[in-house]
T-cell receptor, first 110, second 115 residues
Framework: EDKVVQSPLSLVVHEGDTVTLNCSYE??????LLWYKQEKKAPTFLFML????IEKKSGRLSSILDKKELFSILNITATQTGDSAVYLC??????????FGKGTRLSVIA | GAVVSQHPSRVICKSGTSVKIECRSL??????MFWYRQFPKKSLMLMAT?????????EQGVEKDKFLINHASLTLSTLTVTSAHPEDSSFYIC???????????FGPGTRLTVL
């Protein structure tokens, strides 16, 4: 059965800290790994990763995939209170629905 | 990223009525749309997968006669909650996957409250 495991489940940091969120997976026919940010509404798309070792970057957020070790990390530098959210990792096997992890709840305090 | 809209964003209805939620992909053709529900502070729960022009595939435990899904075109899917009851109150979110097959974008969600 396909599985995505995120860690930690929750995290509290102070503004300015750097955080690393982890996502490991076991899926057949891996095609891509996606990161989403969910605040009070529906998830918003952050990154899609398909190749190992290529970092994707957007402002203070970056992510990288290791297909050999079957994991991905999402880094957030210089965190701000607006980064507080649940970060979801999901894996795509193509035609089947995304398999989601349970998410990491990040709280950034001033 | 691509844009997916949902309408309405919030609905309050009486028990026993039916509610229709629309999901549209605004700037791409969605071959597949997914419907999720989410309870407060809980994970997304996939309800069904719909492909344009064919019947939806429902996840185990989801009543297909209660949650009617129609994917009439490559840009529109609808979810109708029939004879809604208070336990159907939840946050319903659709997502759409385009022809490229990898990226999947979420609509903003619809909060349903059944009194």
């Amino acid at each position: 059965e396909d599985k995505v495991v995120q860690s930690p489940l929750s995290l509290v940091v102070h503004e300015g800290d750097t955080v690393t969120l982890n996502c490991s997976y076991e899926v057949t026919n891996f095609r891509s790994l996606l990161w989403y940010k969910q605040e009070k509404k529906a998830p918003t798309f952050l990154f899609m990763l398909t190749s190992s070792g290529i970092e994707k970057k957007s402002g203070r957020l970056s992510s990288i995939l290791d297909k050999k070790e079957l994991f991905s990390i999402l880094n957030i530098t210089a965190t701000q209170t607006g980064d507080s959210a649940v970060y979801l990792c999901a894996v795509s096997s193509g035609n089947t629905p995304l398999v989601f992890g349970k998410g990491t709840r990040l709280s950034v305090i001033a | 990223g691509a844009v997916v809209s949902q309408h309405p964003s919030r609905v309050i209805c009486k028990s026993g009525t039916s509610v229709k939620i629309e999901c549209r992909s605004l700037d791409f053709q969605a071959t597949t749309m997914f419907w999720y529900r989410q309870f407060p502070k809980k994970s997304l729960m996939l309800m069904a997968t719909s492909n344009e022009g064919s019947k939806a595939t429902y996840e185990q435990g989801v009543e297909k006669d209660k949650f009617l899904i129609n994917h009439a075109s490559l840009t529109l899917s609808t979810l109708t909650v029939t004879s809604a009851h208070p336990e159907d109150s939840s946050f319903y979110i659709c997502s759409a996957r385009g022809l490229a097959d990898n990226e999947q974008f979420f609509g903003p969600g619809t909060r349903l409250t059944v009194l």
